[in-house]
């Protein structure tokens, strides 16, 4: 039986959750996160949806028994039915009460109402088979993963028994009191964060138990399909490229083909594909999650060793990202965060601010608890590589990086022009110490007065430069 029996909203009960949400820069939509140039004013956050009113019904099969679960305690379905239909809540205004990692809270646990999620509570009906394998061609062994490596023996074993588990939509993994609900926290979030082919486990889980967002085989086999069609077509593109090129072509392709979504209560209702690969290679509609899973799987394909990173931003909401393996040296690429975050999708829009940095440049600035989970219980799931290199920076490779004003002002100029002549939205330099970005950042205004005169396409500029890696970026508006 493949059942959709749960739709969790306002008084969720949830016994643990893998991940309920992630931040846009800052916790910003970037498109209000600019700073105008021309009145040095940040426009004001998108309002957020009223709230919702909530029904909470009993769940039946098609014969209309009511549905219990192992415990013998009726399911239920919780609905949202937000006071304004029209309204659909914004991308940066709902602060997600859970994040990437594992929760133990008590049965009754009030969770944000904005965190409407769809389920498949596999376990919950003893008519709900297990079924065989989905997972045949994906070449790529746990052995392979950094994060699996640092577990103890103990912790890969069970790693290995859940991965089993979560391929076959096994429903229970019976353990003895040797695996503690903290081993069993550690290993699922590890296992769940660095194993981005596994699309439809959910993110929840219980010491012993398993949920997935779809556990039918066939319905599984034809999703799969859709995703090694559309990453066959983004591995082509990077094919004959060298490592960092490829990351490059990987990189782009996320931010021109996705919008960042933490939330659409009609959509997500139904489902919660924004957290995997399927968001990213074929829905379109991702969160940060989806983002680093999608570039995990797709340097998975094409031989690069890769890891999703989760922590949280400054303001403590839950982000992940990667860091990849180039040239025998780690870098972080954060892909979600390099994507803006436009109330309208512009194809031309890319920007590598966070392509390719060390860790000096954003452990504790813009991303903090590194790999740690921050709510509840306080777990760490591994030590990511340390990331020291800057030499395949994406300003550095692509020689967009200066020492001086005065080639600052150059180079910014030209990168203006380029966009102007082109109709596209970034112009990004790099520069090499403080004192220079604060040189060419002082005058930010005569650039946007003078890409205006140069070009009368160009509406307005808007500033989205970041004192913490260098980058001095301009944004124009057309």
């Known amino acids: 039986m493949n059942k959709k029996i749960v739709t969790f909203a306002a008084a969720l009960v949830m016994t643990a959750s893998v991940f309920g949400g992630c931040s846009s820069k800052n916790g910003q939509n970037d498109e209000t996160a600019f700073n105008t140039i021309e009145n040095g004013t940040v426009a004001p956050s998108p309002e957020e949806t009223d709230p919702a009113e909530t029904s909470v019904t009993a769940v039946t099969d098609p014969d209309g028994n009511i549905v219990t679960d192992a415990e013998g305690n009726e399911v239920t379905t919780t609905t949202a039915t937000f006071k304004d239909p029209s309204a659909k809540i914004s991308d940066t205004s709902v602060p997600m009460d859970d994040d990437f990692y594992l929760t133990q809270e008590a049965t009754g646990t009030t969770v944000n109402e904005a965190d409407v999620i769809a389920m498949i509570e596999a376990g919950t009906t003893a008519a709900t088979a297990e079924k065989p394998p989905v997972m045949k061609e994906y070449n790529i062994s746990a052995s392979q993963r950094y994060g699996y490596n640092q577990l103890t023996k103990a912790e890969r074993e069970l790693y290995d028994q859940m991965l089993d588990c979560v391929k076959s939509c096994k429903l229970k993994l019976p353990v003895d009191d040797s695996v503690t609900n903290e081993m069993w ?6 296992m769940y964060t660095q194993e981005p082919e596994l699309f439809w486990i959910a993110n929840k889980a219980e010491r012993g138990r398993f949920w997935y967002w779809e556990n039918d085989p066939d319905v599984i086999a034809k999703m799969q399909k859709e995703i090694d069609n559309a990453a066959a077509k983004v591995i082509g593109q990077a094919e004959g490229l060298d490592t960092y090129g490829k990351v490059k072509v990987f990189h782009d392709y996320i931010g021109l083909h996705n919008n960042f979504e933490l939330y659409d209560k009609e959509r997500m209702v139904e489902t919660c594909y924004n957290f995997t690969i399927y968001g990213g290679l074929i829905n379109g509609r991702i969160q940060c999650e989806g983002y680093a899973k999608t570039m995990q799987y797709l340097c998975d394909l094409a031989g690069i060793e890769s890891m999703v990173v989760i922590g949280t931003n400054a303001s403590g909401d839950s982000h992940a990202w990667n860091v990849i393996k180039m040239d025998g040296n780690w870098y972080n690429v954060d892909s979600t965060w390099d994507d ?7 194809p031309t829009n890319l920007r590598h601010m966070y392509f390719g940095v060390p860790d000096s440049w954003i452990h504790e600035k813009s991303h903090f608890n590194i790999n740690t989970k921050s709510t509840g219980t306080k777990v760490k799931y591994f030590d990511p590589p340390a990331c020291t290199a800057e030499d395949l920076n994406w300003f550095k490779k692509e020689n967009k990086l200066y020492s001086d004003a005065a080639s600052a002002d150059t180079a910014l100029r030209a990168a203006l022009k380029i966009a102007a002549d082109n109709k596209t939205r970034v112009a990004e330099i790099r520069v090499t110490d403080k004192a220079t970005f604060d040189s ?12 205006k ?16 890696t260098l980058v001095i970026e301009l944004d124009l508006k057309y």
């Open 185 to 190: 926290i550690k290993v699922y979030g590890c």
């Open 440 to 451: 060419v950042t002082a005058n930010l205004k005569d650039y946007a007065n003078w890409i």
């Open 453 to 468: 005169e140069q070009n009368s396409a160009v509406k307005s500029v808007s500033s989205n430069s970041d004192e913490r």
């Open 340 to 346: 803006p975050i436009l109330k309208e999708v512009d």
